[in-house]
């Protein structure tokens, strides 16, 4: 298998024959369902031999999806829901509503228990050492039948390598799964998520940042009514200062307030034409 180059995004082929909603929020186009028709959707497209991406921005994401280089990530995704209420209350104030925020710490969940269920098998991709393995063994454990195609956690800068590259790439594509949880970060998992499509055309691809980390218990999630809020980035903030300050403080904070005047301006305009 010969080295691929993670800063280049391939042109795939997108095609879904089912038609569905789509509501544009800052350029980008999200998928207007709730996170039990995701579910649904990807559990149907791989019985039709369908696979496909599937990305969840948040408000960091969608802040960086505004570059020109990175917008095709979203743009070759089969699937792209909102992980991020900001970006629901955005779609409700220029009066083009996203049902609800579909979250990948909350898909890992209801998506392994739907391949327990029909017997399709998992790949956990990412995390720090160890992360996987304990993730993978408590899904498990929660879902009696549950198939682990296997784990990986690839060394920090695989990507820059040929060798590590190659053999993450291969340890996927040898296991075969039906869908994978790629918890690399934004961008660099969408990108190598596009390129194991080339290998695994029936597969479905989760991005889902640090989804292992949690379901490990390494990191504990806010709870429901502080999800429900809107409010998740200040537990996470809580939890992780020193890494997350800068991200939500400088950069993802203005933006949001950005993101609302433009959502706003967006509905007069509508309303205009």
Known sequence: ???????????????????RQQVTVDDVEFDALRETEVVEHVMVALDEGRGGNLITPNVDILRQLRRPQLRELAEQAELVVPDGMPIVWASRIQGEELPERVTGSSLIWSLSEAAARSDRSLYLLGGAEGIAERAADRLTEEYEGLEVAGVHCPPFGFEKRADTLEETVSAVVEAKPDIVFVALGFPKQERLMQHLRRHLPNTWFVGCGGTLTMVAGEVSRAPLWIQRSGLEWVHRLAMEPRRMAKRYLVHDLPYAAGLFARAAARRTTRRAA
């Open 1 to 19: 298998m010969t080295s691929l180059d993670l800063t280049a995004i391939d042109d795939l082929e997108v095609s879904d024959p089912r038609p």
